[in-house]
T-cell receptor
Framework: AQRVTQPEKLLSVFKGAPVELKCNYS??????LFWYVQYSRQRLQLLLR??SRESIKGFTADLNKGETSFHLKKPFAQEEDSAMYYC???????????????FGKGTHLIIQP | GAVVSQHPSWVICKSGTSVKIECRSL??????MFWYRQFPKQSLMLMAT?????????EQGVEKDKFLINHASLTLSTLTVTSAHPEDSSFYIC??????????????FGSGTQLSVL
């Protein structure tokens, strides 16, 4: 069975400092990885996905199959980045279909002024 | 992106009663919706996949007779917690998958329903 691990429940950094939110996964196949974000009093929303290889709001994440990791990074944190971040995995056995996600427990990121 | 409306946002009920939660896709016809549950300090856990016009697919350990899912139209899926007990108290969230292909498929989430069973 697939599993997603986010080792940090809480991460606090100062504004302008680099941020790295860790995510490791366990899955025997070829998964698709996502980062979701939930700002205070807002609904969960997609931040980025590994197949898009995009940078959203300054965040990037690279899938490292050797280390089975998908860490989220941002070089200079901003106060508005404070939120709950969830790493998620979707099975991709046949390359198609709308599958639900397996989520990590989330990391609460706090950016201090 | 898709707009997903979930109702009610919170509900308190007595043990033994049934509670219905609605999930609507307001601007998109969703053949598939997902229901998640989140206990305090825990992660979102997929409960079931709701398929329009057919039976829902439940994840292992989720009782299909307790959590009834109906997806009668392309814009509405309902989750009914039957004979609710205090251990069913949780945060329930629905989501809708949108995208023409796997490459651009995205999930959009409702705002969630906090269920408290007394």
């Amino acid at each position: 069975a697939q599993r997603v691990t986010q080792p940090e429940k809480l991460l606090s950094v100062f504004k302008g400092a680099p941020v790295e939110l860790k995510c490791n996964y366990s899955y025997s196949g070829s998964p698709e990885l996502f980062w979701y974000v939930q700002y205070s009093r807002q609904r969960l929303q997609l931040l980025l996905r590994h197949i898009s290889r995009e940078s959203i709001k300054g965040f990037t994440a690279d899938l490292n199959k050797g280390e089975t990791s998908f860490h989220l990074k941002k070089p200079f944190a901003q106060e508005e980045d404070s939120a709950m971040y969830y790493c998620a995995l979707k099975e991709r056995p046949g390359g198609g279909g709308a599958d639900g996600l397996t989520f990590g427990k989330g990391t609460h990121l706090i950016i201090q002024p | 992106g898709a707009v997903v409306s979930q109702h009610p946002s919170w509900v308190i009920c007595k043990s033994g009663t049934s509670v219905k939660i609605e999930c609507r896709s307001l601007d998109f016809q969703a053949t598939t919706m997902f229901w998640y549950r989140q206990f305090p300090k825990q992660s979102l856990m997929l409960m079931a996949t709701s398929n329009e016009g057919s039976k829902a697919t439940y994840e292992q350990g989720v009782e299909k007779d307790k959590f009834l899912i109906n997806h009668a139209s392309l814009t509405l899926s309902t989750l009914t917690v039957t004979s609710a007990h205090p251990e069913d108290s949780s945060f329930y969230i629905c989501s809708v998958a949108q995208g023409a292909s796997l490459a651009n498929e995205k999930l959009f989430f409702g705002s969630g329903t906090q269920l408290s069973v007394l």
